[in-house]
């Protein structure tokens, strides 16, 4: 039977020479060559039906010689031929009243020596019986991602900068063994003992401890926006594996339609209503169909090596198919996400709190001026039996207080100035940041809104018309009413329709997902 491996050729000289030699068999003789004739037995006996007696013209010439010319008549006709003349007139009348497979099935009993042309077997685009979810991805790459890991640790490195910054220094301390020269009122020290513990201004300790914790801001505003761009990313990826898919399935489906039309086109080829370049134009239209299937085959590779890598997964694993999303919708308008991107953007709040910790930079800067404090404890052990006085070998202790002075401004005004000047740049990256995210909102809105209704307009306008347009070229072509030229417009216009709108559903899907990594937010389940 008819194979969906292999496309059937039907070749023109077989079917009209044997239209002649089965209904003008008296009149039908055949100059052939002995060793042509042998050459045909040896292709498989395509003349089985015939049989032929040979008589030789120059019966004088020896074993030796070079074998002479002959000539070939029929000499018997087997009752099989009988058979085969009905059923090839049966086939002739038929043709213009069956469908063209079951014309082409037939064909191939009686002529099981056609030769065939082998096309590469397609079993599907996508082998992957099982599917995955957007939702399973993305915990996965919050769990294992080495961009969100690394963020989530500065992040928890940056909450302890609060301890360490608002932490006094390690206190000095020291032992002094005193030499026979050292004499008091009371007799000579021995020994002495001091501790020693420097005190910044408290302000000083405050402002560190406000920078620390901005700075803790805004490294957890950096891990958020990590997370959403391995997110946002793990969606774009997604969507390509959804489009890839998605496009797979409609190239497979067109491609069944151009391998139903090209038996429909052989079939009236073999019953001579039809040319051979129908034919050739539909197994055309099936390779074409093949090669698009290889090259989004290569595409889903790529995206799912890129998931892999997003995933932390080693490269060889294998994704499932993506479930078909639901269409976004437009429901927020545009200044209003523009208002919630400006108070919930992870890049703007993290710029904020850089911006407060250089505020709180330049307050410390400021407080140079003021000395810091040093206290400390001192102990001396003093020998006794030395002098008549009545204190004689009591021990010494004290408590030093020292402070710093501010006296070189040409390091406090410099730290003053830079301050200044770290503030200034934060404050303009903020502003950077606010323009960046006016662009991305728009843009993401402005593609989402022109992705969505080209989308609407093929599912509802040009895929249905196209469909329709298929339907009748077909029915027309199988009937003999309608050009194959036109069905094969019809065909490609149905494929173009169908990918077009596969497209811009991804696109929209993708477009969706930017407008949410730029407004900070999660806008809600998009509902169709």
């Given at each position: 039977?008819?194979?969906?491996?292999?496309?059937?050729?039907?070749?023109?000289?077989?079917?009209?020479?044997?239209?002649?030699?089965?209904?003008?068999?008296?009149?039908?003789?055949?100059?052939?060559?002995?060793?042509?004739?042998?050459?045909?037995?040896?292709?498989?006996?395509?003349?089985?039906?015939?049989?032929?007696?040979?008589?030789?013209?120059?019966?004088?010439?020896?074993?030796?010689?070079?074998?002479?010319?002959?000539?070939?008549?029929?000499?018997?006709?087997?009752?099989?031929?009988?058979?085969?003349?009905?059923?090839?007139?049966?086939?002739?009348?038929?043709?213009?009243?069956?469908?063209?497979?079951?014309?082409?099935?037939?064909?191939?009993?009686?002529?099981?020596?056609?030769?065939?042309?082998?096309?590469?077997?397609?079993?599907?685009?996508?082998?992957?019986?099982?599917?995955?979810?957007?939702?399973?991805?993305?915990?996965?790459?919050?769990?294992?991602?080495?961009?969100?890991?690394?963020?989530?640790?500065?992040?928890?490195?940056?909450?302890?900068?609060?301890?360490?910054?608002?932490?006094?220094?390690?206190?000095?301390?020291?032992?002094?063994?005193?030499?026979?020269?050292?004499?008091?009122?009371?007799?000579?020290?021995?020994?002495?003992?001091?501790v020693e513990q420097e005190i910044p201004f408290?302000?000083?300790?405050?402002?560190?401890?406000?920078?620390?914790?901005?700075?803790?801001?805004?490294?957890?505003?950096?891990?958020?926006?990590?997370?959403?761009?391995?997110?946002?990313?793990?969606?774009?990826?997604?969507?390509?594996?959804?489009?890839?898919?998605?496009?797979?399935?409609?190239?497979?489906?067109?491609?069944?339609?151009?391998?139903?039309?090209?038996?429909?086109?052989?079939?009236?080829?073999?019953?001579?209503?039809?040319?051979?370049?129908?034919?050739?134009?539909?197994?055309?239209?099936?390779?074409?169909?093949?090669?698009?299937?290889?090259?989004?085959?290569?595409?889903?590779?790529?995206?799912?090596?890129?998931?892999?890598?997003?995933?932390?997964?080693?490269?060889?694993?294998?994704?499932?198919?993506?479930?078909?999303?639901?269409?976004?919708?437009?429901?927020?308008?545009?200044?209003?996400?523009?208002?919630?991107?400006?108070?919930?953007?992870?890049?703007?709040?993290?710029?904020?709190?850089?911006?407060?910790?250089?505020?709180?930079?330049?307050?410390?800067?400021?407080?140079?001026?003021?000395?810091?404090?040093?206290?400390?404890?001192?102990?001396?052990?003093?020998?006794?039996?030395?002098?008549?006085?009545?204190?004689?070998?009591?021990?010494?202790?004290?408590?030093?207080?020292?402070?710093?002075?501010?006296?070189?401004?040409?390091?406090?005004?410099?730290e003053i100035q830079e301050a200044r000047r770290?503030?200034?740049?934060?404050?303009?990256?903020?502003?950077?940041?606010?323009?960046?995210?006016?662009?991305?909102?728009?843009?993401?809105?402005?593609?989402?809104?022109?992705?969505?209704?080209?989308?609407?307009?093929?599912?509802?306008?040009?895929?249905?018309?196209?469909?329709?347009?298929?339907?009748?070229?077909?029915?027309?072509?199988?009937?003999?009413?309608?050009?194959?030229?036109?069905?094969?417009?019809?065909?490609?216009?149905?494929?173009?329709?169908?990918?077009?709108?596969?497209?811009?559903?991804?696109?929209?899907?993708?477009?969706?997902?930017?407008?949410?990594?730029?407004?900070?937010?999660?806008?809600?389940?998009?509902?169709?």
């Amino acid at each position: 039977m008819y194979d969906d491996k292999e496309v059937l050729l039907v070749k023109p000289w077989k079917t009209r020479a044997l239209a002649r030699l089965y209904l003008f068999p008296k009149s039908t003789h055949l100059q052939c060559d002995s060793r042509r004739s042998t050459g045909d037995e040896a292709r498989g006996g395509e003349r089985s039906g015939c049989s032929f007696t040979c008589a030789s013209r120059n019966r004088a010439e020896t074993n030796g010689a070079k074998q002479g010319r002959t000539q070939c008549y029929e000499s018997e006709r087997p009752r099989r031929r009988w058979i085969e003349v009905f059923a090839i007139l049966f086939l002739l009348i038929w043709s213009s009243r069956g469908s063209g497979e079951e014309i082409s099935e037939k064909l191939e009993t009686l002529h099981a020596g056609t030769p065939t042309l082998t096309l590469p077997h397609q079993g599907g685009g996508n082998n992957f019986s099982e599917s995955i979810k957007l939702e399973d991805l993305i915990q996965i790459a919050l769990e294992k991602n080495p961009d969100v890991i690394a963020a989530r640790e500065e992040w928890a490195a940056a909450k302890k900068r609060v301890w360490i910054d608002t932490g006094l220094s390690d206190p000095t301390a020291g032992y002094d063994i005193m030499g026979a020269m050292r004499e008091t009122r009371v007799g000579p020290e021995k020994h002495r003992f001091m501790v020693e513990q420097e005190i910044p201004f408290p302000w000083k300790l405050y402002e560190k401890g406000k920078m620390a914790s901005e700075g803790a801001k805004a490294a957890h505003a950096r891990y958020r926006a990590v997370e959403r761009d391995v997110i946002t990313s793990i969606k774009r990826f997604y969507y390509d594996l959804y489009f890839t898919d998605a496009s797979i399935a409609v190239v497979e489906k067109v491609k069944e339609i151009m391998k139903r039309i090209e038996r429909v086109a052989a079939a009236r080829y073999a019953s001579l209503t039809g040319g051979q370049r129908d034919v050739v134009k539909a197994q055309i239209e099936v390779a074409v169909s093949i090669e698009k299937i290889y090259t989004l085959q290569q595409m889903r590779e790529s995206i799912v090596a890129m998931l892999n890598a997003l995933l932390d997964q080693p490269p060889l694993t294998s994704i499932g198919r993506a479930v078909e999303p639901e269409k976004p919708v437009l429901k927020t308008p545009l200044s209003e996400l523009i208002d919630l991107a400006l108070q919930n953007r992870q890049e703007i709040q993290e710029m904020e709190a850089l911006v407060e910790k250089s505020r709180h930079a330049k307050r410390l800067a400021k407080w140079s001026y003021i000395p810091d404090l040093k206290a400390g404890f001192e102990y001396t052990w003093v020998d006794s039996g030395t002098t008549s006085d009545p204190m004689d070998g009591r021990d010494q202790w004290m408590f030093p207080l020292r402070i710093t002075i501010p006296l070189w401004q040409n390091r406090i005004i410099p730290e003053i100035q830079e301050a200044r000047r770290n503030l200034l740049a934060t404050e303009a990256r903020l502003a950077r940041a606010k323009n960046q995210t006016y662009f991305e909102v728009r843009d993401a809105y402005s593609k989402l809104d022109a992705s969505l209704k080209m989308a609407t307009l093929y599912e509802t306008s040009v895929i249905p018309q196209a469909k329709i347009a298929l339907s009748s070229d077909q029915a027309g072509y199988e009937a003999g009413k309608e050009e194959f030229i036109n069905l094969l417009d019809s065909e490609r216009i149905f494929l173009n329709a169908q990918l077009s709108y596969v497209q811009f559903v991804t696109e929209a899907l993708k477009n969706n997902a930017d407008l949410v990594r730029s407004t900070g937010l999660d806008l809600g389940v998009p509902r169709k």
